[in-house]
């Protein structure tokens, strides 16, 4: 007989946690300290241990592939099924979210973080893996193509079929429009924003949250994700002087050119996620604004 399915409470208790605080919550996790050294990642009702093990082999080949890059990305320690429930029990990586940090932070402080923030996001594409075809590097997304414009438009075709109707059209007018080809392929976060980001005096020190949206595919699209994120609707923490220092600072790497239209596919891709009514609002401003 199936043992019945448990909470996170209970989850915890049998770590040896009961008390175990929140550190974040996600669509598919829940995250929760095991001390100060490792963390459980609880993943939601109904995940699937071979997605599990599939994240679990991803974070692997990324840590292996980070080199000596001055950040860190998480790892699986353990995997468990406990309760019916499955379990990542993973190192602790040091710092703060950078959306805390941007509510507590002033003046030259302030910029410091918003700079290295930055910055990082540009250096992921330093991040090497083992060869493979532009595509998803989680779930069942689709499948990889010799070509960044096929796998964004395949991508943005499978938003439009779970977007709110009314933002069918505009996302449908995305995937019709043809992107240029990066320049090369490389591992593309595509989460990456402050509250999926860790720093501590000044810098990132953590990179976290490698999920179903991350891919190989454009690495500019990281840094231009990077400065769509800091609008309010994502990062309420976020500051006018924040995004004017990100817009000025994607003039300086020559990306200002295409940042309109990577926000919009951006946009267009999220469009997705019906359940998260600040993300959608995102979406829905984007999307349905007049283009010229």
Do not use: K
Not at 256 to 266: H, P
Request: proline residues 9%; contains cysteine; hydrophobic residues 50%.
């Amino acid at each position: 007989m199936q043992e019945p399915m448990i909470d996170d409470r209970e989850v915890l208790a049998r770590l040896g946690a009961p008390n175990a605080p929140l550190l974040g919550a996600g669509g598919e996790a829940q995250v929760y300290a095991l001390g100060p050294d490792r963390v459980a990642r609880i993943m939601r009702a109904g995940a699937r241990r071979a997605d599990a093990d599939a994240r679990a082999q991803l974070l692997a080949e990324i840590a292996a592939g980070r080199g000596d890059l001055p950040f860190l990305t998480p790892a699986v320690e353990a995997l468990e099924e406990i309760g019916g429930r499955i379990v990542a029990v993973e190192p602790r990586l040091p710092g703060e979210p950078l959306s805390l940090l941007l509510g507590r932070n002033a003046g030259p402080a302030r910029s410091e973080l918003i700079a290295s923030y930055l910055d990082t996001a540009l250096r992921l594409r330093e991040i090497r893996l083992p060869p493979r075809g532009f595509g998803p590097l989680l779930g069942n997304a689709g499948p990889r193509s010799d070509s960044s414009n096929s796998f964004a438009t395949a991508r943005l075709r499978g938003s439009a079929e779970a977007c709110p109707p009314e933002l069918r059209a505009a996302v449908l007018l995305a995937a019709a429009a043809a992107p240029a080809e990066p320049p090369e392929a490389a591992l593309v976060h595509l989460d990456y924003f402050p509250a999926n980001v860790l720093a501590a005096d000044g810098r990132v020190t953590a990179v976290l949250d490698f999920g179903p949206a991350a891919a190989i595919g454009d690495p500019r699209m990281d840094a231009w994700g990077a400065v769509a994120y800091l609008d309010p609707e994502i990062t309420p923490t976020a500051s006018p002087a924040d995004r004017e220092q990100a817009t000025a600072w994607l003039a300086r790497a020559g990306l200002d050119a295409g940042y309109a239209a990577a926000r919009r596919w951006l946009a267009a891709y999220w469009s997705f996620a019906a359940d998260d009514a600040r993300l959608i609002d995102w979406c829905r401003r984007i999307l349905l604004a007049p283009t010229g």
